[in-house]
């Protein structure tokens, strides 16, 4: 039995060890290969340790351009999804059940359709209304399912939300726009600088259903997926190392601020 | 709505009401409906369009029935793509029963954070990684074959590679929705189960995954849907006769130049995800408004 359960122990030990070689073993070669002077990217065989590809990186005006755009993407998606979703949320709370069953459907129902399905749709209607695929387009496609996590984080939190707060301010003789503004959206604030945040990073991210609806625009998950295809050279490695470490710290830093503000909830609550 | 009005007043009412109509019509119905409506009509030069020749019909989706390629790629991507959820349930769940049940809260702690991480990189950058890793002349083969495992490298790109790089991308998809339905399980029900002498095998499947069958569901569903639509693995990491049906749709809109196909394509990929998604929560008996979460 003791020794049933020291193999049964052994093996699990080795499924986690396993398991977490998967997980990180491709991004840690990515990074890795980054250094070595090898043409192609790879660590097998290391022909020489250099740092040279971030200079070619440098020097890559396509990339520039490419960061460009998703930044400007980015920038407008974040724009237009913050107060629509908390326009959605708000209204979702406002609403009788069987009401804000049918409306909750229909504004998750963009999480439940594949990218390409909303790049597509998106480029056949606005090629309808006589606008081609560019930055526009890709910033109305993201923006439709982008608006969604918006909704859900701002929605979340608003279930916490003291209606009485509300209430107090109106009997001192706030008016309705006053109470909005300096009661719920600061109480909203934490939840909407996450929600910026999750939507920068989607944005950036987005490839599938940027692909569609481009036009002649090059975004940088489009502009690394075509290198791959058309001459991968390490220089792409430096740009892919230079995205995590920017993403791992921005990681940090959200896990950073939610904790203590969660450990600020918990003392006010 | 009423209450919207009276909390908000009729200005800031207004305003929230025409931005979520302008989200919902504009950006989610309208492009859905005309998506449809291209599906329906036939791929026409501009001169004839609205012409006589101009008519609904279902040509478009018949053809995806009859041409032999694509409906062989169409059924692999279905099975591939169940395939794929399944083997991330496989890959997962040992882990998170574990992270549900025996692990320390310290234990806990560090293993999210070490799982979030790969997970705040982009998709695009994660199949890189793949792509890199499996390279003909790359680390995979040059580490099998000094173990001498191999003793000549192997072609990964392909559907192994799609694979591959596909679990690795949806892996937290599944592993979050079922270690939030075990953790709620109580450890008194795994016990009194071992006491009353069930193997190991016979607890997971007759305690553990029955109480985690919502979880395990919303995990399949979303890592099928994201695996049928997705792009850039197959695009990637798959090889000429490994083509993936989201491929096909790309090549109606910038290749064939016969967007009403493509749409048709389209069309029926979706339809495609939302009957397995909703089928699969009705299932399981899972409420939309506990998948977003």
């Given amino acids: 039995m003791i020794r049933a359960d020291r193999i049964s122990r052994f093996l699990f030990g080795l499924y986690l060890a396993a398991f977490f070689v998967y997980l990180f073993a491709p991004l840690t070669i990515m990074a890795a290969a980054t250094f070595n002077t090898s043409r192609f990217p790879t660590v097998t065989p290391w022909q020489g340790t250099t740092l040279q590809w971030f200079a070619e990186l440098a020097r890559d005006r396509a990339m520039w351009q490419s960061v460009w755009t998703s930044l400007v993407v980015a920038f407008f998606v974040v724009l237009i999804s913050l107060p629509i979703g908390t326009a959605a949320a708000l209204i979702l709370t406002s609403l009788h059940a069987r009401a804000r069953g049918f409306l909750y459907a229909l504004m998750v129902s963009p999480l439940l359709t594949p990218g390409v399905v909303i790049g597509i749709a998106t480029l056949v209607l606005w090629r309808q209304l006589g606008v081609g695929g560019g930055v526009f387009l890709i910033v109305v496609a993201q923006t439709s399912f982008i608006i969604c996590y918006v909704m859900l984080m701002v929605a979340a939190r608003l279930q916490r939300f003291d209606r009485t707060q509300e209430e107090a301010a109106l009997s001192l003789g706030a008016s309705k726009l006053m109470v909005f503004r300096r009661i719920l959206l600061p109480f909203l604030r934490p939840a909407l600088i996450a929600a910026a945040f999750l939507a920068v990073l989607q944005s950036i991210e987005n490839y599938n259903t940027t692909l569609f609806v481009r036009g002649f625009e090059t975004p940088l998950t489009v502009f690394i997926a075509t290198k791959v295809r058309t001459g991968l050279t390490p220089a792409v490695n430096a740009l892919a190392l230079i995205m995590i470490a920017m993403t791992v710290l921005g990681a940090v830093a959200y896990e950073f601020v939610r904790r203590r503000q969660a450990a600020a909830g918990a003392r006010t609550g | ?293």
């Avoid at chain 2, 009276?6 to 019509?25: I, P, Q, S």
């Avoid at chain 2, 790109?157 to 694979?163: H, I, S």
């Fill in chain 2, 1 to 293: 709505m009423a209450e919207l009005y009276r909390r908000f007043g009729g200005g800031l009412a207004t305003v929230f009401v025409g931005l979520v109509f302008l989200w919902l019509a504009g950006m989610v119905l309208a492009p859905n409906v005309m998506m449809i409506d291209y599906a329906l009509r036939p791929n026409l030069p501009p001169a004839q369009v609205g012409g006589p020749d101009d008519v609904y019909s279902l040509d478009n989706i018949l053809y995806l029935a009859k041409e032999g390629v694509h409906r062989a790629i169409f059924f692999k991507t279905v099975w591939a793509s169940a395939f794929v959820a399944f083997a991330t349930f496989v890959v997962c769940y040992p882990l998170a029963y574990w992270l549900a049940q025996h692990a320390t809260p310290g234990q806990l702690g560090i293993a999210l954070l070490a799982l979030t991480i790969p997970f705040w990189i982009n998709e695009v950058l994660r199949t890189l990684a793949w792509y890199i890793l499996l390279a003909f002349r790359g680390p995979l083969n040059a580490a099998l074959l000094g173990i001498g495992i191999i003793d000549q490298p192997v072609r990964w790109y392909g559907n192994a590679g799609v694979l591959a790089g596909m679990v690795y991308a949806y892996i937290l998809f599944m592993l979050f929705p079922i270690y939030n339905s075990i953790e709620s399980l109580e450890k008194a029900q795994i016990e009194a189960a071992r006491d009353l002498g069930a193997s190991t095998w016979r607890i997971h499947w007759r305690v553990v995954m029955p109480h985690a069958k919502a979880g395990i569901a919303t995990g399949c569903v979303f890592t099928f849907m994201l695996a049928a639509g997705s792009y850039v693995a197959p695009a990637l990491l798959g090889a000429p006769g490994s083509r993936w049906f989201t491929e096909i749709i790309y090549n109606w809109f910038f290749e064939g130049g016969d967007w009403n196909r493509g749409a048709a394509y389209a069309l029926v990929l979706l339809v495609l995800c939302l009957v397995v998604v909703l089928a699969t929560l009705k299932l399981a008996r899972v409420n939309l408004t506990d998948v977003a979460k």
